[in-house]
């Protein structure tokens, strides 16, 4: 401290001070208040995409690094990036999803006597000829040999529908459409009523053949 800031305080001390401290001053009043306050938020909601710049249009009365310090340190707003996902789910993906969660949940309280209770189906296409490709044709032959030849077959062939059910213990149904059918809901019905209800003992795999017409 320097000689003038010395006789300066020996003065004001002298004068009756008794403190080191600065007096409070009554300073600038706040251009913050609760009407802008209000304000912001409004315009905040009704648009959650804004910039500063934007905020600044709409309350001009201020300063930007004004209308920055209500959204940030009044409001406590913070400026974070959406969440992006592969895809919406659609009213059929929601349902899916809440059938599976109710069988999970039914397992978890019944456990295996769930299970016994459960049969599980499927369905695929069965060629009566399956063509033989290219790749599986190849063979490992000696360089100076000649290459096989193979004709080419028509990978049109005639074909049925097989229907398979099974539970926990085995197989309980095979069943293959006739030749030339449609799959309808009548025939898909058929077959449900073809398959085994209850059993107390390991069920016995049925099968049901259709023979065709065609050679």
């Known amino acids: 401290m ?5 006789r300066k305080w020996r003065t004001m001390f002298t004068n009756g001070r008794t403190d080191v401290h600065d ?13 802008l306050k209000k304000k912001v938020t409004r315009i905040i909601r009704e648009n959650r995409h804004f910039t ?14 004004v209308v920055y310090e209500i959204v940030t340190e009044h409001l406590q707003y913070r400026k974070i990036c959406t969440r992006w996902v592969p895809r919406m789910l659609t009213d059929a993906h929601k349902a899916a999803r809440m059938g599976a969660a109710l069988i999970l949940e039914r397992y978890e309280r019944d456990g295996n006597a769930f299970l016994d ?6 369905e695929t296409w069965i060629s009566h000829n399956t063509p033989t490709s290219k790749r599986h044709s190849m063979e490992w032959h000696h360089a100076v040999a000649k290459m096989a030849t193979q004709i080419q ?13 099974w539970d ?4 309980r149904l095979d069943d293959f459409m006739p030749c030339n059918t449609t799959i309808t809901a009548d025939a898909n019905c058929a077959t449900l009523r073809r398959l085994p209800s209850g059993y107390s003992e390991p069920p016995q795999r049925q ?8 050679p």
């Open 23 to 35: 007096a409070d001053r009554s300073g600038r009043p706040s251009v913050i208040t609760d009407a």
């Open 153 to 165: 077959t028509n990978c049109i062939s005639p074909k049925l529908m097989a229907s398979d059910f």
């Open 168 to 171: 926990r213990q085995g197989i």
């Open 207 to 214: 099968t049901i053949t259709w023979h065709c017409s065609d």
């Open 52 to 65: 500063v710049s934007e905020l600044y249009e709409e309350c001009p009365e201020v300063s930007p690094t």
């Open 2 to 6: 320097n000689a003038a800031s010395v």
């Open 117 to 122: 209770q459960t049969v599980t189906g499927d």
